[in-house]
């Protein structure tokens, strides 16, 4: 069975800082993994991605993610935080076996809020 | 141009009356979604469609069916609205229903059920 456990419903941080928002997958197969963000009333848009490929992922607007399998960990992480990054960021996880079906498991999200 | 469109992005309506709500996508892909979001943001599919066949059938009462005319439009029609029902409705398509496909999402259609 596949999950996504968020670890972290809210994140707040000053602009400037670092940010982390952490996710733990559990997969009984080899995932793919995906970070999605969702500003206020818009649809999600994907921000990166996993596929067996290299293990620190890089997105769009300055994010990367590290896949660690020894941790069943994807973290996001961004070095310096900008006002245009509030917003809701989920985690997902994809069975990689075809005949799933592309069926993908989201995490309850995290809110991520940045101070002045 | 936009690539995943739903309409309306507001809907409100009583209990018990049945109401609809579109999608299209302009960008060429097999695969569309429906996907319910709740009070509290959390995702959930419901339906998908590759090439207007449904493929994923979530336990979704029967009250809400999908059709897919094309492979670019994806529409819900919903029978006997319920309180419960409430929530931000999203379409997406992807170029392929296996895994690592990415998913591009409208901007979501927003029902209150009065």
């Known amino acids: 069975a596949q999950s996504v456990t968020q670890l972290d419903s809210h994140v707040s941080v000053s602009e400037g800082t670092p940010v982390l928002l952490r996710c733990n997958y559990s997969?009984?197969?080899?995932?793919?993994l995906f970070w999605y963000v969702q500003h206020p009333n818009k649809g999600l848009q994907l921000l990166l991605k996993y596929t067996s490929a290299a293990t620190l992922v890089k997105g769009i607007n300055g994010f990367e993610a590290e896949f660690k399998k020894s941790e069943t960990s994807f973290h996001l992480t961004k070095p310096s935080a900008h006002m245009s990054d509030a917003a809701e960021y989920f985690c997902?996880?994809?069975?990689?076996?075809?005949?799933?079906?592309?069926?993908?498991?989201f995490g309850r999200g995290t809110q991520l809020t940045v101070w002045p | 141009d936009t690539a995943v469109s739903q309409t309306p992005k507001y809907l409100v309506t009583q209990m018990g009356n049945d109401k609809s709500i579109k999608c299209e996508q302009n960008l060429g892909h097999d695969t569309m979604y429906w996907y319910k979001q709740d009070s509290k943001k959390f995702l959930k599919i419901m339906f998908s469609y590759n090439n207007k066949e449904l493929i994923i059938n979530e336990t979704v009462p029967n009250r809400f069916s999908p059709k897919s005319p094309d492979k670019a439009h994806l529409n819900l029609h919903i029978n006997s609205l319920e309180l419960g029902d409430s929530a931000v409705y999203f379409c997406?398509?992807?170029?392929?229903?296996?895994?690592?496909?990415?998913?591009?999402f409208g901007e979501g259609s927003r029902l209150t059920v009065l």
């Open positions: 997406a398509s992807s170029q392929a229903i296996t895994a690592g496909g990415e998913l591009f």
């Open positions: 997902v996880v994809s069975d990689s076996r075809g005949s799933t079906l592309g069926r993908l498991y």
């Open positions: 997969s009984s197969y080899s995932p793919s």
